[in-house]
């Protein structure tokens, strides 16, 4: 039977042999794949020159996965010295570092065995821990056979996850039973992991991180002379009476039902909403069909990009956010957040920033999001369908609408933090564990 590190390793090899192909269709993958192909020579390198003692492999799939361990490892330092090494699999990772301040960092090495064993063997880590899911076969077998104890935290598996499919739990199961610990955000997400093949006596329920870094990046953006004061300065003024919807990580979908409610509203609509609108993929052919679209409607537009257009913005305008990193301090200056992804696109965003912001959070109605659901049965969100949108943003316009709503998003927030410190406290006990002499 085909085994997942098999699988890996031959899907890497075949990659690899169509680097050049590939990289002629997508650029982007191209420059991903070479990178790869040489990440383990760059680990060798960093291997030898970084300075001896302990050191802590971090793994994520993107950006999203390693800013949710970044608190976990926060509190893991506060104990310990240790060198960080972080890697990510897709160029979005890189948006992480700042909050990681890892002394190296870059794409893992192609899953084979031999790139795999040749990095461990450089780097020699006392800790691998993988952030969200993103668990590699080839990887995880080579940590286990050098004796390095592997960690999975913040760990999420949703219904339905590719994951959970028979023929992928069958190639992935020796993959998540090598694992030492596993922090699972909840008790649902547990139980689906040992059926993944995670050993039920090293999984516990932590919780998930995540809650705790949306918390401190708003509480950091409202600080005095934060990144909220300076955004700010840059926007217009709200419409008098009026508010400021934040739509975050849009799609097509997303941004054509918006401004369809908008208009729904009638006259009136121009009460009353600025908006910023902050694509998911802000590429340059996506912005710029977004503001045609917005000035064919007779919608007042600028890019964020262009100071002197957002400056000369009437109050009712539209920021298109064409900037990548700003997004989660964008919802701390709103007064109602639309988180995009769930009418259409890869999936619904992240809910937790803009709820830790103290705003009511909108959505459609098409995902498989567990906080999200969270969030609205605590009263913090709203899943509407397109059709419905015009009438949750009527209904937000009332002030104290939107403040009870805000409120319950925050003390949702607030009431789910604290999974760094178990976290770390727990990959602090296996850490020592497995450095502890034999004993006698």
């Given amino acids: 039977m085909l085994s997942g590190e098999r699988l890996s390793e031959a899907a890497a090899r075949l990659a690899a042999a169509l680097a050049p192909g590939i990289g002629f269709v997508r650029p982007d993958l191209g420059r991903s794949l070479a990178q790869r192909r040489r990440a383990h020579l760059d680990l060798e390198a960093w291997g030898r020159a970084r300075p001896p003692g302990p050191a802590l492999w971090l793994h994520g799939a993107s950006a999203g996965e390693l800013l949710g361990a970044a608190p976990t490892i926060d509190a893991l330092r506060a104990g310990r010295s240790f060198a960080l090494?972080?890697?990510?699999?897709?160029?979005?990772?890189?948006?992480?570092?700042?909050?990681?301040?890892?002394?190296?960092?870059?794409?893992?090495p192609l899953d084979t065995a031999h790139a795999t064993e040749r990095a461990l063997k450089a780097v020699a880590p006392d800790l691998l821990v993988f952030a969200k899911l993103d668990v590699w076969p080839s990887l995880s077998a080579a940590a286990a056979r050098a004796g390095v104890p592997m960690a999975l935290v913040n760990a999420v598996v949703r219904e339905g996850s590719r994951r959970t499919r028979p023929l992928a739990r069958r190639l992935f199961r020796a993959a998540y039973a090598r694992l030492d610990f596993v922090g699972a955000a909840t008790r649902a997400d547990a139980d689906r992991l040992v059926a993944?093949?995670?050993?039920?006596?090293?999984?516990?329920v932590t919780g998930d991180a995540a809650f705790d870094l949306a918390l401190r990046r708003a509480d950091r953006a409202r600080a005095p002379g934060g990144a909220a004061e300076r955004l700010e300065r840059r926007l217009p003024p709200r419409p008098p009476g009026g508010a400021r919807l934040v739509a975050g990580s849009t799609w097509r979908p997303d941004e054509a039902a918006l401004l369809e409610a908008l208009d729904a509203l009638?006259?009136?609509r121009r009460f009353d909403w600025q908006v910023l609108s902050a694509p998911h993929a802000p590429h340059e052919a996506h912005v710029r069909r977004l503001v045609g679209i917005c000035r064919a409607r007779g919608e007042p537009v600028a890019r964020w990009a262009d100071r002197a257009a957002v400056a000369d913005l009437p109050p009712h305008g539209v920021v298109v956010l064409d900037e990548v990193g700003v997004l989660a301090e964008a919802y701390?200056?709103?007064?109602?957040?639309?988180?995009?992804?769930?009418?259409g696109g890869s999936g619904l965003h992240n809910v937790l920033e803009p709820a830790a912001a103290g705003i009511?959070?909108?959505?459609?109605?098409?995902h498989d999001r567990g906080d999200a659901v969270a969030l609205e049965a605590a009263g913090g969100g709203l899943s509407l369908a397109a059709s419905e949108l015009a009438a949750g943003l009527r209904d937000l316009a009332l002030a104290s609408e939107?403040?009870?709503?805000?409120?319950?998003?925050?003390?949702?927030?607030e009431a789910q933090a604290g999974a760094a410190e178990e976290t770390a406290r727990a990959l602090a006990a296996l850490w020592d564990r497995e450095r502890a002499p034999p004993a006698p």
């Fill in 360 to 366: 009511p959070v909108l959505h459609g109605p098409h």
């Fill in 402 to 413: 939107r403040q009870r709503r805000g409120g319950r998003a925050r003390a949702f927030v």
């Fill in 332 to 343: 701390t200056v709103g007064d109602v957040a639309y988180v995009g992804g769930a009418l």
């Fill in 196 to 204: 993944l093949g995670a050993r039920p006596e090293v999984v516990r």
């Fill in 85 to 108: 090494l972080v890697t990510h699999f897709s160029p979005s990772g890189r948006a992480a570092l700042p909050w990681l301040a890892p002394d190296h960092a870059g794409y893992p």
């Fill in 266 to 268: 009638g006259g009136n």
